[in-house]
């Protein structure tokens, strides 16, 4: 195992563990920017979405030359492949934390529609999700990651439950719609952040495992992973 913890490496881990804690503070942020109506936090998150991007730009130039340069062995390809993968995803968080802060900033010249306790409650799950499945990469942990997978029923099911209530606002008030549509799309963005994390935590079983689960729909359903 010691190739395996060479500098590289490291460095190459390192960068995609920034990645992942700067993708989290995105979308705390963007929820805080949102519940608070905080306009001058909705556009910090906003312009700090360059910052993730650049991070995923260094992470496929390390994997590139680390794979160039080396004959890597499986276990080290299988690190550097599920990088690059997992680093894709953590954009597309970091996008849709930008989405989440870009209506948290229309919404906030608005009164609330509702009070906001069922978004911060699936972020808090979604941010939970992501947060596992980095440790995850750390510490090659299949049974953490298979955990992760199973959550993301919950944030479906709150996502559903938010979206038959607003629809009932936009029903029997028509002045609510536009506010009611923007959470809806928050809600939305929320769900697919812990898609997401999903994801991740499904590279991270065959990090730790050599094993494809990416499709095993059925599966992750029943339980038997």
């Known amino acids: 195992m010691t190739r395996f913890f060479d500098s590289e490496l490291e460095t190459f881990r390192s960068s995609l563990i920034l990645m992942g804690e700067t993708s989290i503070r995105q979308v705390r942020d ?20 360059d910052e993730i991007d650049r991070l995923e730009i260094r992470i496929d130039d390390e994997a590139i030359r680390y794979m160039n340069l080396r004959a890597p062995v499986a276990t080290e390809l299988r690190l550097v492949i599920v990088g690059m993968k997992a680093s894709h995803d953590l954009e597309r968080v970091g996008d849709e934390a930008t989405s989440i802060a870009r209506r948290a900033v229309k919404l906030a010249s608005e009164p609330a529609l509702k009070p906001y306790v069922d978004i911060p409650r699936m972020a808090t799950i979604a941010i939970e999700m992501l947060r596992d499945a980095m440790d995850c990469f750390l510490q090659v942990d299949a049974e953490k990651a298979i955990a992760v997978i199973k959550r993301d029923s919950e944030v479906d099911a709150i996502n559903r439950q938010l979206y038959r209530e607003l629809t009932s606002f936009m029903i029997e008030n028509p002045a609510t719609i536009s506010r009611a549509l923007e959470l809806m799309f928050i809600s939305k963005s929320i769900e697919r952040i812990a898609d997401h994390a999903s994801n991740i935590a499904e590279e991270m079983v065959f990090l730790a495992q050599a094993r494809d689960i990416r499709h095993s729909d059925g599966l992750k359903k029943s339980g038997d992973l």
Request: charged residues 20%; without cysteine.
């Open 30 to 49: 963007a929820l805080t920017a949102l519940v608070g109506a905080d306009i001058a936090l909705a556009d910090r998150v906003i312009a700090a979405d």
